[in-house]
């Protein structure tokens, strides 16, 4: 089977570029304009997972972030990369200068301006990734929580969890203990201290045993303060782990149970809804009611027609003497027909003689 062609040759003699030095040369230019594209080791940011639409994630994303990031940091301001102050003005009167400074302002304004949030790839499907600038992931993410939580108000459609990044490293264990040691002073070192869980989370690695991950990370806390416990059920501290092929993701996060898990589909909706409640138990409790109620019929007509049966057969006791009276009046009970006999028997007699 032949392989397919990359170049192809034109008229002129000259030859067409193939699909793939185009790509290759798009992502070079990216790269080159916007600082890194892929989810890597020392990045910052927010990992948000969604439900087969990325494109639509990034851009609730982006509406989302900018919404609270300009209420809690104000307006964005740009910067752009590798801004270099103008030179003097005696330099304008050079030619080359000149030119030079002509190229670099051309430069300058065609370069992608460095974003407060900027979507690079993470490198998994329905996972991305979204670089952050100057702010802090986890109080930006645990304050659109803490607002979404309160006003129960749905304000996303393809989002679903939003999970802030405090910091990334290389994904294996001798790299993730040394780099766990100095992140997790500033939450668990004396005198800070507190209960805490270990959530993991592998996509696209095979080489990360998860329980050898949590014993290792679980002693590292436990050696920062020996006072800090591990509670699974409601803890102050829950230590995201996020291992996205070689690059692992880790941050600290309050209310995690609270905010059920940080899901933005599900914090908007009442843990306990008095109304969804009422009508589940209601609906058990007329259920049962009803059950009741039917129960108490059948016991009260089985009890009715337990106390009837006596009187019944009382009844039937004393209607049997009336109720046969061939045997009961065996005696002469029936005085018409005693007569009827003996006067029968009497013209009989009467004949014959």
């Given at each position: 089977m032949a392989a397919p062609a990359q170049s192809t040759t034109q008229p002129g003699g000259g030859k067409r570029k193939g699909k793939a030095q185009y790509v290759l040369?798009?992502?070079?230019?990216r790269c080159d304009a916007g600082g890194p594209?892929?989810?890597?080791?020392?990045?910052?940011?927010?990992?948000?997972?969604?439900?087969?639409?990325?494109?639509?994630?990034?851009?609730?994303?982006?509406?989302?972030?900018?919404?609270?990031?300009?209420?809690?940091?104000?307006?964005e301001k740009f910067t752009d990369k590798d801004q270099q102050p103008s030179g003097s003005e005696g330099e304008d009167d050079d030619v080359e200068a000149a030119l030079k400074k002509e190229v670099g302002d051309i430069k300058a304004s065609t370069e992608l301006r460095l974003r407060r949030f900027q979507s690079v790839e993470s490198g998994a499907n329905n996972v991305v990734f979204i670089r952050t600038l100057g702010i802090e992931p986890e109080k930006l993410v645990h304050h659109i929580l803490q607002d979404m939580y309160k006003t129960k108000k749905k304000k996303t459609r393809v989002i679903l969890r939003m999970l802030p990044i405090s910091g990334t490293c290389k994904a294996f264990l001798e790299d993730m203990k040394k780099y766990a040691q100095t992140f997790l002073e500033p939450w668990f070192k004396t005198p800070n201290k507190g209960t805490f869980q270990i959530v993991y989370k592998s996509r696209n690695n095979s080489h990360v045993n998860r329980e050898e991950v949590i014993?290792?990370?679980?002693?590292?806390?436990?050696?920062?303060?020996?006072?800090?416990?591990?509670?699974?059920?409601?803890?102050?501290?829950?230590?995201?782990?996020?291992?996205i092929k070689a690059v692992?993701?880790?941050?600290?996060?309050?209310?995690?149970?609270?905010?059920?898990?940080?899901?933005?589909?599900?914090?908007?909706?009442s843990p306990k809804d008095p109304s969804q409640l009422n009508s589940k138990q209601g609906n058990g409790k007329e259920a049962k009611l009803e059950s009741a109620d039917k129960s108490d019929q059948s016991n009260t007509a089985e009890g009715k027609n337990n106390q009837q049966v006596p009187e019944n057969t009382e009844e039937l006791e004393q209607t049997k003497p009336t109720s046969n009276p061939q045997v009961v009046n065996e005696g002469g009970a029936k005085p018409e027909l005693a007569s009827q006999a003996t006067e029968g028997s009497k013209s009989n007699e009467n004949d014959l003689s």
């Open positions: 040369a798009k992502r070079a230019r594209r892929q989810l890597e080791p020392g990045l910052q940011g927010i990992l948000i997972t969604c439900n087969m639409n990325e494109r639509k994630c990034v851009e609730e994303a982006y509406s989302l972030l900018n919404e609270y990031g300009d209420d809690m940091y104000g307006p014993r290792e990370l679980a002693g590292i806390v436990c050696t920062l303060n020996s006072e800090n416990k591990v509670d699974l059920t409601n803890p102050q501290y829950t230590v995201v782990v996020e291992i692992c993701c880790l941050s600290v996060v309050k209310d995690y149970m609270l905010f059920r898990k940080y899901n933005l589909q599900e914090v908007v909706k």
